[in-house]
């Protein structure tokens, strides 16, 4: 634990090389402030993956673990087992994966990439890894086939030949299938990529292999010929087998399913197309779309299903992707949301060559993740328990809450459960496998997510798991504008047609009070009620902020633009306002008169019914000014205790009175300065280029210009020649990331894309941000760029606490702490009413208290600590129903923090960070006790102060993607590490931190990532994931009855290694593949664990079901020698008996067969006698 004295660092004794301290008189000897968070307290690490699996490519099924894995397009592997059963895995190559292949009940899984490698992935371990990897140099590989308790893989490739790999050792074999040994000898082209290749259900020495041309050969392994070959004129798409091993369904490219008899290769005996329209003249059907894939699986009680994807008619109207499954008779077409990646019938038996009894079929589309169960009638589908419907709607914005309330979880869930819907198959979940983790660390964890459909989600994310609490429709509070055409179906990429789109969003966990801000520039307010209620008019309350004070209306003094009053002047391109603008929101109305006074929205003007859970309580909006849309938000905030809400965006930010529903305070940004501030700001107009009275002169801004321009020049600083177009597009995007870090425009994704190479690059992101910093110290210029630059100071972040607003203040009072795009710390002084009637009736006093720090960079965040270094929370009211009587509502506030003692020592430290620097100042004081700068040729995206088990720090993530984490009050470095570099827009818009250790991004369109910077959560980590594999007993393989075993039916085995080990089949060309081993050999695959408790889990697991076969294996011989003795008893009691049998069997048998003449004398002495 290390101690830092005030005097001490006053005297000029920083803890860090690159802070300073301001000296401060008056410090008293006792004033120790103990920081116990050390660098060994943080560790950074992944923790959990959540969402549905972006781009997915292929899919495969356990049916014996019950476990699913997803492939993706960028060599991700997403594993699924029953609900918070989750994990991810990535190739590093990051090339698709185009196939997996499960050995079943054997916890490994194998992967086919699309840069020909093939990996072996152990998952006997929390977190799988790779045990084997084969590299095809000369061969594209197509298709995999591992059959099942085999442990022989046949891999086809894009030449049409086979090849066969161990999988246990991961080496190839001898053993090869050439495409011209396949096809017939007379045949004059090459068949194609191999597309399918499956093994005789009845006869492991068969194996049919389709080829993309429409042949099918079956090949016999032990002869090394092909028994028979199936020639077809359409292309193959997929092959099926019946489990009886006589028949097989092949789908074509022309929407026909082919059924061949395996003896008979002439022609296939049945020809169907689906889809197709039957004419009656006896011609072949009209062609269809492509069949792409169909399943084959038969029933021990009645019809067999056929399920299959595509095979449409061209002119069907629907244009959706769809799933057929036919049963008998019957034919259901069942209509996906999204296209069809892939489909899996799940069945009852992992043997192929028994009745398959299927009771689901997995869809995997492009989106999401649908179960059917086929044993109900209409085919229903399964509710599904992962948080997949993250990208139900794209997400525009995040937050994360740790260490919640606990009382708020159960509250959320109990209004959420309404919202579900109904219909959902009543059996459980069939993807059910793995166990949940055993880790002992766990608190309430909540992320909400805004979408671009106005949409807000509640999810629990408590113990590394994600599950949905409630859904809030913002968008129920406006009219919908009537849309022409048909409703397209839901996109994950986010358009600037969404006028409903979450912009930022506020909220109050312990009051449960909820403000959000939309693109539109509108502000809705929520309260939390368990009641239905019915709101008969929507409170609304419109503001117009006009901003500058010389703005668009201002004429202009040089004459080179004359004023045009009648049409209003079009915002700039580099304005914030046109990106996201709905697309109602013209500058002119019908009259061809300026908009003026109008909302971007329409509110709902009839009876609203609001259903339990959020309800809407004020609705404020910003209006057009004069033909100008109103300038979208930039930062929110609400403060419960004293019942206000507080928005900004580039003209200035309004105080709204959310019990009053009054207006409080509405002023431009330079309006907030005082007259004798340092930092006092000019007005200008961000449309004119006319110079206002006072500022420079032209040569000044000539000398400006031309120092901006030199400092880009590629012959100063800089040894590579740049392009300056994209120097300047760079400086552009670079200004549009620290200034709107949370926007979610296209554009700006769409520049972020063309320019993140360079932004990666130290030294050209040096120029770009070193002409931001110079800005910084430069005097103000007349340029159209700076005018633009400096007018445009929005307001970044705001904060209300109890505080000193001003340095003769004695006691602590309400006040509202605001920060700039321009790094300037502004602060308003409340003046609240008491409590009670008088609140709602005497107006709030708001005035300003001027600036209190200036730092480099925009104000990101800020924070209080009391005297001895603890966090001061904001103040809050606690929730109580809305409904509920007055007595019972009771008023609270934290304690504020202790007045400052006698000889003036200040009893606050206000904690300030920017892009670039990070400051604790001292109040009332208003002294600079520390400051740090936190990076020099990158800038930060966001930053927050958490709360640690051991501390307090303040945590930091840069655009050059390093998360660095710094101790408080001293702003020592405790953390630099290199984690993630800005690829994404979307990175930058929804990373944030939380408390303990916590953070979080998201991480693609349809996917969060979760991190830990805490040593602590990194520790028990293994402890809280789940475990995949499970130890669990094969099923019994199908009984072969006696018949079929007295006369040679049933299936028929074969040594596999007889054919295609290395004495028989010899060794493979070593130029063909090149086998990488992983970091763990195939003997630890078994051994593997994960934790002290799995060991001892899985141990005790292993031993009862030894000692369990043990005892059953003993009551068995038991009883098998029970039954030989009484076999052999009755054996010799019967022995006596069927020998005098036997004897007067073979006497009346010798005398039917003697001569009539011998018959005739034996007769005679009988009948005299």
């Known amino acids: 634990m290390k101690k830092f004295n005030i005097r001490k660092v006053l005297d000029g004794l920083t803890a860090s090389s690159s802070g300073t301290a301001s000296p401060q008189p008056g410090t008293n000897q006792n004033d120790v402030i103990q920081e116990t968070l050390q660098s060994e307290h943080f ?129 190839l074999s001898g053993y090869v299938i050439m495409w011209n040994k396949a096809i017939e000898l007379s045949s ?28 099918v050969v079956l090949w ?58 039957q004419p009656k003249d006896g011609k072949k059907p009209e062609p269809c779309k492509p069949i792409l894939k169909v399943e084959y699986k038969t029933t021990r009680a009645g019809d067999a299903f056929v399920v299959m994807s595509g095979g449409l008619s061209y002119d069907t109207g629907c244009r959706r992707s769809c799933l057929t499954v036919m049963h008998g008779k019957s034919t259901a077409v069942l209509e996906m949301d999204y296209p069809i990646v892939d489909f899996l019938t799940l069945c009852e038996t992992p043997y192929p060559n028994d009745f398959q009894e299927p009771y689901a079929v997995v869809v995997l589309l492009e989106k999401d993740l649908v179960v059917i169960d086929l044993e109900q009638i209409g085919y229903p589908i399964f509710e599904n328990p992962y948080p997949l419907s993250i990208h139900e709607s794209p997400v525009t914005c995040v937050e994360y809450f740790a260490d919640c309330p606990p009382e708020l979880i159960p509250a959320l869930y109990s209004v959420g459960s309404r919202q579900k819907r109904q219909g959902y198959s009543k059996k459980e979940w069939p993807i059910s496998g793995g166990n949940w983790g055993q880790g002992t660390l766990s608190y309430p964890e909540i992320i909400v997510t805004g979408h671009a459909d106005g949409s807000i989600k509640f999810w629990d994310a408590s113990a590394i798991m994600l599950q949905v609490l409630y859904k809030l429709k913002t968008a129920k509070v406006f009219e919908k504008a009537p849309k ?113 006074n109008v909302p971007g929205l329409k509110v709902w003007s009839a009876p609203l019914k609001q259903s339990p859970g959020y309800q809407v309580e004020l609705v404020i909006q910003l209006v057009w000014v004069s033909g100008e849309p109103p300038q979208q938000i930039t930062s929110l905030a609400v403060s419960s205790s004293d019942g206000l809400v507080v928005f900004g965006n580039s003209s200035g930010l309004a105080v709204v009175d959310y019990l009053q529903k009054s207006l409080l305070l509405n002023m431009s940004t330079s309006e907030l300065y005082s007259p004798s501030d340092p930092y006092q700001r000019q007005p200008r107009s961000p449309r004119k280029t006319r110079q206002p009275s006072g ?73 770009g941000l070193d002409a931001k910093d110079s800005s910084f110290s430069r005097s103000r210029s007349s340029s159209v760029t700076s005018i633009e630059r400096e007018s445009r100071e929005a307001i970044s972040s705001f904060h209300f606490s109890e505080s000193f607003p001003r340095k003769s203040d004695s006691s602590p009072s309400p006040s509202l702490w605001l920060g700039t795009t321009q790094g300037t710390v502004l602060v308003l002084s409340l003046s609240l009413p008491p409590t009670g009637d008088q609140r709602l009736q005497q107006p709030v006093g708001v005035s300003s208290c001027g600036t209190l720090v200036r730092l480099k960079g925009g104000i990101l965040t800020m924070a209080f600590l009391d005297s001895l270094g603890a966090v001061l929370p904001p103040s809050y009211e606690p929730w109580s129903e809305p409904s509920a009587p007055d007595e019972e509502k009771t008023r609270r506030r934290r304690p504020a923090s ?149 006369f040679g039916g049933g299936a028929q085995s074969l040594d596999r290694e007889d054919l295609f080990g290395e004495t028989a089949a010899g060794k493979a060309s070593r130029s063909l593949a090149q086998h990488i081993p992983g970091p763990q050999g195939m003997e630890g695959m078994k051994g593997a664990a994960s934790g002290v408790v799995g060991d001892l889990a899985r141990a005790r697991i292993a031993l009862d079901e030894r000692g369990q076969k043990l005892g059953e294996l003993e009551d068995r011989t038991a009883a098998m020698m029970a039954s030989a003795d009484s076999f052999s008893k009755h054996a010799h009691d019967v022995r006596p008996m069927l020998y005098q049998v036997i004897c007067e069997v073979q006497t009346w048998v010798q005398l039917v067969f003697v001569s009539p003449k011998y018959f005739h004398c034996l007769i005679e002495p009988a009948s005299s006698a």
């Open 43 to 171: 560790q950074l690490c992944k923790t959990v993956r959540h969402g549905f699996p972006y781009q997915p490519s292929s899919m495969a099924f356990d049916p014996v673990q019950k476990i699913l894995a997803i492939g993706t397009q960028s060599g991700a592997v997403r594993l699924f087992g029953r609900a918070g059963v989750e994990c991810y895995c990535q190739h590093d190559s990051g090339a698709a994966v185009i196939q997996l292949q499960f050995l079943v009940n054997e916890g490994a899984l194998v992967s086919a990439l699309a840069d020909d490698s093939v990996h072996l992935w152990n998952l006997r371990q929390k977190q799988p890894a790779i045990l084997h990897t084969l590299k095809f140099n000369r061969e594209r590989i197509t298709f995999c086939h591992l059959p099942f308790q085999s442990k022989w893989l046949y891999i086809g490739t894009e030449k049409g030949n086979i090849h066969i790999v161990n999988v246990e050792s991961f080496t």
């Open 188 to 215: 004059k082209s090459h068949p194609g990529p191999v597309v399918h290749i499956s093994d005789n259900p009845m006869d492991e020495g068969k194996i049919l292999i389709g080829f993309e041309c429409g042949t």
């Open 220 to 277: 016999d392994l032990k002869c090394k010929k092909a028994d028979y070959r199936y020639n077809h004129d359409e292309a193959i798409h997929s092959v099926a087998w019946h489990h009886e091993g006589k028949q097989f369904t092949c789908s074509h490219s022309d929407g026909t399913l082919t059924t061949w008899n395996v003896r008979v290769p002439a022609k296939p005996t049945i020809t169907i197309t689906p889809h197709g329209k």
């Open 484 to 596: 022409g055409g048909k409703e397209e179906k839901p996109s994950t990429e986010i358009v600037d047609e969404d006028p409903f789109a979450i912009q930022t969003l506020s909220w109050c966990p312990e009051s449960r009070m909820l403000c959000v801000a939309g693109v539109s520039a509108h502000v809705i307010i929520y309260r939390f009620s368990k009641q239905e209620m019915t709101t008969e008019v929507v409170q609304l309350l419109e503001v117009r902020m006009q901003g500058e004070l010389n703005d668009v209306d201002s004429p202009d003094p040089a004459g080179d633009h004359p004023p045009t009053p009648s049409t209003p002047v079009p915002p700039s391109s580099s304005s914030p306002t046109q990106e996201g603008e709905p697309p109602e929101a013209q500058p002119f109305t019908s009259d061809d008169r300026p908009r003026d």
């Open 695 to 767: 500022a420079l002169s032209d040569n000044s801004d000539g000398n400006n210009i031309s120092e901006e321009k030199s400092s880009k020049s590629p012959t100063s600083g800089s040894t590579t020649p740049t392009n300056s177009d994209d120097e300047h597009k760079q400086k552009r995007f670079i200004e549009m990331v620290k200034s709107k870090s949370r926007r979610f425009s296209k554009t700006v994704a769409n520049d972020f894309a063309k320019m993140s190479k360079k932004i990666s690059s130290p030294t050209e992101q040096k120029t």
């Open 898 to 1046: 202790p007045p400052p003692t006698q000889d003036g020592q200040d009893s606050q430290y206000a904690v300030v960070c920017s892009e670039k620097q990070a400051k604790v100042v001292g109040l009332p004081s208003q002294s600079c006790f520390f400051k740090h700068n936190i990076t020099e040729s990158s800038f930060v995206l966001r930053a927050d102060v958490v709360q640690m088990a051991a501390g307090l720090c303040l945590a930091c993530f840069c655009a050059n993607g390093h998360i660095m984490t710094l101790s408080l009050p001293s702003l020592r470095p405790l953390l630099d590490v290199n984690y993630l570099p800005l690829t994404d827009m979307r990175i930058a818009r929804t990373f944030c931190f939380s408390n303990l250790g916590q953070a979080m991004y998201l991480t693609s369109p349809t996917e969060i990532q979760r991190i830990t910077y805490s040593q602590e959560t990194c520790d028990n980590l293994q402890e809280m994931m789940g475990e995949l594999f499970t130890p669990l007993e094969t099923p019994e393989a199908p009984n072969r009855g006696f018949f079929k075993g007295l």
